[in-house]
């Protein structure tokens, strides 16, 4: 079992930063991807960011330039620096990690979503 938790949500004003992080446990013996995606209030899920290895990073239109994703391959965290935060980005925050991970017999593919975290920017 891989469970992923993500942390670092808030209330920020305008113009602001904010640094999520998703860390992901259990035996995981590979991280394959990890994605961040937000739903906003209208219910409205968007792919706000990917980095799968072997390429590089890819941002929705809406963030490039603003958002920064990375990962801590050594501590299975991923990250999503968020600056020049804008109203519109007012949603909740989902961790999205494929990868491989040991269940003490064998070696099986996982595909997990985070709980999800709160961003509200303010006006």
């Known amino acids: 079992q891989v469970q992923l938790v993500e942390s670092g949500g808030g209330l920020v004003q305008t113009g602001g930063s904010l640094k999520l992080s998703c860390a992901a446990s259990?035996?995981?013996?590979?991280?394959?991807?990890m994605d961040w995606y937000r739903q906003t209030p209208d219910n409205q899920r968007e792919l706000v960011a990917a980095?799968?290895?072997?390429?590089?990073?890819n941002y929705s239109d809406s963030v490039k330039g603003r958002f920064t994703i990375s990962r801590d391959n050594a501590k299975n965290t991923g990250y999503l620096q968020m600056n020049s935060l804008k109203p519109d980005d007012t949603a909740v925050y989902y961790c999205?990690?494929?990868?491989?991970?040991?269940?003490?017999?064998?070696?099986?593919?996982?595909?997990?979503w985070g709980q999800g975290t709160q961003v509200i920017v303010s006006s």
């Open positions: 980095m799968a290895n072997g390429d590089g990073a």
């Open positions: 259990g035996s995981i013996s590979r991280i394959s991807r």
């Open positions: 999205h990690a494929e990868g491989i991970y040991y269940d003490g017999s064998y070696y099986r593919p996982f595909n997990d």
